[in-house]
């Protein structure tokens, strides 16, 4: 009986030392892409993007600002004829980046009102000026030239004061006119030089130093995953860093790898597929139509109304997204009004409407076939699972007709935003129901760009059926930019 009882231990101790050994993921994709990720991410559904810089000095059409003035693109140079003296150079803008009115507490309480629940910050675009004090960017960072701050730890200082918000950084792999990485592309990328002593260094710097909870990789793509060394640092990021068990990372980490291999997909800017992938995946868009940056010469116009953002958010999450906004802070520090007002108004229809968002599924049906502008979530709570139905325009007569859902006797629809009030609904032709939406006078209105209706107790609410593979024959083809 003794002896079983020490082998019993025994047994017992081996179990409770292997259950909190954690994976130890290889160097390879297969390793790297089985790791399961995070639950926070899916569950945030929104973020801000911030791309700022440099280029946020000149404001003149993108971050690509250097590329297309150093190769004479003619708008650029016009520009710069008009703007600035012959002898001007584009390092010379650098001094004038003051960031003078950056008030990263001010900025937090915006993402926090807009209802973000992740925020990532260009911290190097491909430009090459880090927005923190690197040790490996000399003389060419926030720190050593213009505002003389460390910019990236301020903002990441802010958001972390603000409740289940989630910081996290956008780092570009090469820079355009680095003499080492033009070295190493000269040699076909059989060199490394760039990526051992520049890209790398500031990539541990950055995790080590500022642990954020997002790596947003980009800037990839002119070279092959084995030139960027990638694997080995993704290793690195999961088993051993400071953030290893909560980081999330994208697809862009080499040629080729877009839509295939990474924590999450990004596939191209602007990525809206519109059906269910097989892999969480994020929709980064543009608040400005016409670029990522602050715009001297933006206009109303340009910029997509509260009602665009809410229909890409609709579709974006209806389809197992979620939807990252980007807005280009200006030169001074300031997140402009326009964008502020957008970001504001976004996170009112989200405090109203956020339990069809936050931490939802997608149900079995995307966008209804009766009436198209209406986007399908689903949501388990401990009581009760809801199907949730967002509705881009309010329907003609009051009377939306929706085919997808299936209606039994104890089934409840009501709009969110509107207590106490059970929408009253009936057969219509073609398989159909017919909801009744609300006689509701404008201030008692949740909305005017638009509603979610919450259906409980459906017959078919539980049916889900998620896609085992992606046909990366119908992901079209994408431009990345100019090629070497």
């Keep these: 009986m003794e002896a079983t009882a020490v082998s019993l231990r025994l047994f017992c101790v081996i179990i409770a030392v292997t259950a909190t050994v954690s994976v130890k993921y290889e160097p390879n994709w297969a390793s790297l892409d089985s790791r399961p990720l995070p639950p926070w991410y899916d569950e945030a559904k929104v973020g801000i993007f911030l791309h700022w810089g440099v280029f946020s000095v000149p404001a003149f059409k993108s971050a690509w600002f250097w590329y297309y003035l150093h190769n004479k693109e003619a708008s650029y140079v016009k520009f710069m004829e008009d ?6 150079t584009y390092g010379d803008f650098a001094p004038k980046f003051h960031a003078s009115l950056y008030d990263p507490d001010y900025w937090a309480d915006i993402f926090e009102d807009a209802g973000a629940k992740y925020v990532v910050l260009v911290t190097k675009h491909h430009e090459g ?24 730890g301020e903002l990441a200082v802010a958001v972390r004061k ?11 792999l090469f820079e355009f006119y680095n003499p080492l990485f033009l070295q190493d592309q000269a040699n076909l990328f059989t060199t490394q030089d760039f990526v051992r002593t520049k890209t790398m260094p500031e ?45 999330v990372s994208n697809d862009r980490w080499g040629a080729g790898l877009y839509c295939k291999h990474g924590g999450f997909w990004n596939c ?54 979620n939807l990252l906004m980007n807005v280009g802070p200006d030169a001074d520090g300031r997140i402009i009004p326009i964008f502020e007002e957008r970001l504001r108004s976004f996170g009112a ?41 967002i509705v881009l325009s309010w329907p003609k007569k009051g009377v939306l007709s929706l085919l997808a859902p299936v ?17 009253k609904y009936s057969k219509g032709v073609n398989g159909t129901i017919d909801i009744t939406f609300p006689n509701l006078s404008p201030t008692q209105l949740p909305s005017t760009e638009a509603w979610v209706l919450k259906m ?29």
Excluded at 220 to 238: Q, V
Excluded at 458 to 481: C, E, M, S, T
């Design 268 to 321: 191209k800017d602007k990525y809206n597929p519109g059906k269910v992938l097989p892999h969480k995946w994020e929709n980064a868009m543009t608040v400005d139509s016409k670029a990522w940056t602050h715009r001297r010469d933006i206009t109303d116009q340009d910029v997509l109304s509260v009602h665009d953002l809410l229909t890409t958010l609709s579709q974006t999450v209806s389809c197992g997204g």
């Design 407 to 423: 209606t039994q006797t104890t089934t409840v629809i009501e709009m969110l935003g509107v207590p106490g009030k059970e929408l």
């Design 203 to 247: 990539l541990y710097e950055l995790i080590n130093t500022y642990k954020p909870e997002i790596l947003w990789s980009d800037g990839d793509w002119l070279a092959p995953d084995t030139y960027w060394n990638s694997t080995n640092f993704l290793a690195w990021l999961y088993n051993e860093s400071p953030v290893k068990d909560v980081i």
């Design 162 to 172: 603000k409740k289940d918000i989630h910081f996290g950084v956008y780092h570009s």
């Design 129 to 152: 000026f880090t927005m923190w004090p690197s040790k490996h960017s000399w003389n060419w960072n926030a720190g050593d030239v213009g505002p003389k701050r460390d910019l990236l």
């Design 349 to 389: 229809w989200m405090k109203v409407n956020g339990e069809a968002i936050y931490k939802s599924k997608p149900w079995h049906t995307q966008q209804d076939n009766a009436t198209l502008g209406v986007w399908y979530t689903t949501r388990k709570s401990v009581n009760v699972t809801g199907v949730y139905a």
């Design 456 to 484: 409980t107790n459906l017959k078919n609410q539980n049916v889900y059926k998620r896609p085992d593979f992606v046909d990366n024959a119908n992901i079209v083809p994408i431009d990345l930019g100019p090629k070497p």
């Design 83 to 88: 703007n600035y003296p012959p002898s001007f």
